[in-house]
């Protein structure tokens, strides 16, 4: 499996363990607030990092360009840094809405980079 690959699925491991942490301190708390974010630390950081890690697994052709660890690192840092501002967002910190607006555009930067490197990847 190449390196980046395994990375995908490493830092898709941490976002499911921080999903259900969130999940549960809502649950204990009977406070919902947070799902949003719950949602995003789930969505965009535990299934679309699975998800971008298998298609790097399946090819490794691509895998090793820099622009591929590019592409993970600006969606990662994007995911890293969104998802708890939006959690203090919705948790009734307005000052967090411009950070959640520059991050979630990261984020999709990272999206685009990474439909970039689908279309490029060749068939074996």
Same mark, same amino acid.
Request: proline share 4%; aromatic share 12%; charged share 10%.
């Given at each position: ?7 995908? @699925? /490493? ?8 999903? /259900?942490? $969130? ?11 947070? %799902? ?43 995911? $890293? $840094?969104? %998802? ?29 980079? @990474?439909?970039? /490197? ?7």
């Amino acid at each position: 499996m190449p390196g980046i690959a395994k990375l995908y @699925f /490493i830092t898709a491991i941490c976002f499911l363990v921080a999903g /259900i942490l $969130v999940g549960l301190q809502m649950s204990i708390a009977h406070e919902y607030a947070a %799902t949003g974010a719950h949602a995003h630390i789930n969505l965009l950081g535990w299934v679309t990092m699975a998800i971008f890690g298998a298609f790097q697994a399946l090819n490794p052709r691509g895998a090793g360009t820099r622009f591929a660890k590019a592409q993970y690192y600006v969606y990662t840092g994007g995911v $890293v $840094v969104m %998802t708890p501002a939006l959690y203090l967002l919705l948790t009734g910190k307005p000052s967090f809405e411009p950070i959640v607006a520059v991050s979630s555009l990261v984020v999709f930067a990272g999206v685009l980079m @990474f439909a970039a /490197i689908m279309f490029r990847a060749r068939a074996d």
